[in-house]
């Protein structure tokens, strides 16, 4: 049985999570005193960025979907939903940049590199995910003594 603790943790860190990628998704940040290098082994550095900033979202979002009591009996599809909607959630982070803000544009390359962020989390979290478990229920009954 999962504690209940641990569950509003794991909502609430998914919450900022979902938070801090839409202040990074949709926020201007035109620094024109700042000079930054515009590419890395011949990727543009942005894609780093966009790689980066998804890849910790299938370990919260799985977490988010095995503490949620109306997944119910669709907890073994915990790891391909988790998958499936941060595939929506950068093509909506993408598109919203494209058809909704004027100083922000949505590039397909982008969302690759959104894919390759989730992609590689959720292949971690299949092998690491109970072990998530048992340290986030650690965590929550170590703070309870």
Known sequence: MLSRGAGILVKVLF???????????????????????????????????????????????????????????????????????????????????KYLLDARSGEFQDFIADFFGILVGTVIVKFIGEWMISVTEKLVLDKKK
């Open 15 to 97: 919450l900022l999570y979902v938070g801090m990628v839409l202040f990074f998704c949709f926020f201007n940040f035109s620094m024109p005193d700042l000079e930054l290098p515009q590419y890395f082994l011949g990727i543009r550095i942005d894609r780093y960025f966009h790689f980066i900033m998804f890849l910790p979202y299938p370990f919260i979002g799985w977490l988010t979907y095995r503490y949620s009591r109306h997944v119910g009996q669709y907890k073994e599809f915990a790891l391909s939903l988790t998958f499936v909607t941060g595939l929506v959630f950068a093509v909506f982070t993408e598109l919203a940049q």
